[in-house]
Every structure is written in structure tokens, then in C-alpha cells.
């Protein structure tokens, strides 16, 4: 591939790593390859921009800093050229009452996170929210709903059983409102957010900052929440684990699914020609 790309920006669970895991070895040396090739590598993640995302090179061991990153699907975004955190389009109070007033008649956890990962949230405990505290040493406070719309957010989060997705979806579809947009993140999670809010949005934003184009860049993901910066980059990559929604989306699908480092065997293969083993 002739490389025309300067900038390479991935989502983390389901497509860098194993959720709550490190990625494998191969998708590690891509990403330091991707960086001594001078392209920016970036992070476009769901999560709050916290410490836990910014110490993420370092933990992983990439000998790098990360140039780009993207949180909250898109509602916050850092670069190295402006240095700061830029969020925007907050779900208003009314709104969060109005999405937890029909959610709260169905059988899932409501969670916001009230200060990054560090403090959680909750109206009750299940085995997403378990596992996350116990990966990022979250606080949690549980709470009832009401507690949860006093202050504007950037993503109101539901943790459900997939066997109730198709009544959750039914219900969703005959609440619509233009306010507000809802996008499976993970299966068992849907997240709540202003329509405004996409990471294909927020990479535009980045792009302009970096003076480049969006066709200069490589997105890579595997939920809904990555189709749009997959659709902005010049080259929207999709893990054959990804929903079918992304994998559709996508301009290429991996050969391996990300427990088979199928994003490093991807970018050896198709951008830097090469069937490199580790």
C-alpha cells in the first residue's frame, strides 16, 4: 500500500485489545511501527478522557506518547497541537430524566460517570460494571435514577442481558427525539448521547488541528460507535469481530478477529507489505 497516510486512530476493546486486556504482540509493533513511520496514532474510545487514557502508551509499553484521543464517542477530544481537552454537547438535565423515565421500565443498569472512570454512578451492580471497577479501581455510589439527571453528561450508559435486546430496541424506537441518539457500544451496552456527539465528528475537529485530511487518515474499530470516523478516514478499517453494522461500514475487514491480533496482522499485511512474525 502506498503510504499516504499520516495519522492511524483505533477504538481499544474489541478492536486494539481483548476488553480489560493488553493487545496482543503483533498489534503492539504495529503501533510503534505506525509511529516510527512519523504517523500520528491516536486512541477514539467511549470512555472519559482520564488519567487511565493518557498513561494507556505507557502501560502498554509503546516507547510513545499517543498524538491523538478521542473520549466519550466523541464528546472530548486532545491533541498534541492544541494540548488541552475540548468537550462539547452535554446531555441537559431534562433530557437524562426523559431517557431514564422509559429506560428504567426495562431490566438494565443505568450509569453515568461522574468524574472519569474514577467515580461511577449507578443504579444497581451487574458483571460489566463489576469487572470495570475492579480493571479501572473505580469508586461507585449506587443511586436512584433521579440522582442521576441533576448535573449534564456526556453519555448516559446501560448495561443490560442481550436476551432482552430486541424488546430494549422496541422501546428505544418508540421514544425517539431528536435530543438525543443511542448506539450499542458493546454487546450488553447501549449508550445515550447527543446526535452531535461521533468520533467522526471529533476527528474532523482533530484533522483541522493537525492540518490534514480526513483521507489521510486510518480509522480502525468494531462497534456502531466507530462507523463514523471510519466513514470520515480515507481508509475505515473494521475487526472481524465487529458488528455487522461496522463490518458493512467498513472499507476492509481483518482476516483475524482482535483474539487473533488481527489488527497488527492487518497493518503488516496491507500497509507495510509485509507477513512479519513475531
Not at 52 to 75: C, E, H, Q
Not at 223 to 234: F, H, R, S
Not at 262 to 267: A, E, M, N
Request: glycine fraction near 8%.
Amino acid at each position: 500500500m502506498e503510504m499516504k497516510y499520516r495519522t492511524v486512530i483505533a477504538d481499544i476493546d474489541g478492536t486494539i485489545t481483548k476488553k480489560g486486556e493488553p493487545p496482543m504482540e503483533v498489534t503492539r509493533q504495529a503501533l510503534i511501527r505506525c509511529h516510527e513511520a512519523g504517523m500520528d496514532v491516536g486512541l477514539a474510545t467511549g470512555r472519559p478522557l482520564d488519567h487511565r487514557i493518557f498513561d494507556r502508551a505507557k502501560v502498554w509499553d509503546l516507547g510513545f506518547s499517543f498524538d491523538v484521543l478521542i473520549g466519550m464517542n466523541g464528546g472530548e477530544l486532545w491533541d498534541k497541537y492544541t494540548d488541552k481537552i475540548e468537550r462539547e454537547y452535554m446531555l441537559d438535565e431534562d433530557t437524562l430524566r426523559e431517557i431514564l423515565g422509559f429506560m428504567m421500565d426495562l431490566d438494565v443498569n443505568a450509569i453515568i460517570f461522574a468524574d472519569g472512570y474514577d467515580f461511577v454512578k449507578a443504579t444497581r451492580t451487574d458483571r460489566q460494571l463489576e469487572s470495570s471497577i475492579r480493571r479501572n479501581k473505580s469508586r461507585v455510589e449506587f443511586v436512584a435514577p433521579e440522582e442521576l439527571c441533576k448535573v449534564p453528561a456526556c453519555k448516559l450508559e446501560f448495561h443490560y442481558d442481550v436476551s432482552i435486546e430486541e424488546e430494549l430496541y422496541r422501546v428505544i424506537d418508540a421514544h425517539k427525539d431528536p435530543r438525543w441518539t443511542a448506539v450499542r457500544t458493546f454487546p450488553g451496552t447501549i449508550e445515550f448521547m447527543d446526535p452531535r456527539v461521533d468520533k467522526g465528528s471529533a476527528l474532523r475537529k482533530y484533522c483541522t488541528h493537525a492540518g490534514i485530511a480526513p483521507t489521510e487518515v486510518i480509522a480502525c474499530g468494531d462497534m456502531e460507535n466507530d462507523i463514523g470516523m471510519m466513514k470520515e478516514a480515507g481508509l475505515g478499517v473494521c475487526l472481524l469481530n465487529g458488528s455487522e453494522a461496522a463490518r458493512s461500514a467498513a472499507d476492509c475487514v481483518t482476516d483475524y478477529p482482535v483474539s487473533e491480533d488481527g489488527l497488527g496482522r492487518w497493518f503488516f499485511k496491507t500497509v507495510f507489505s509485509e507477513n512479519h512474525e513475531f
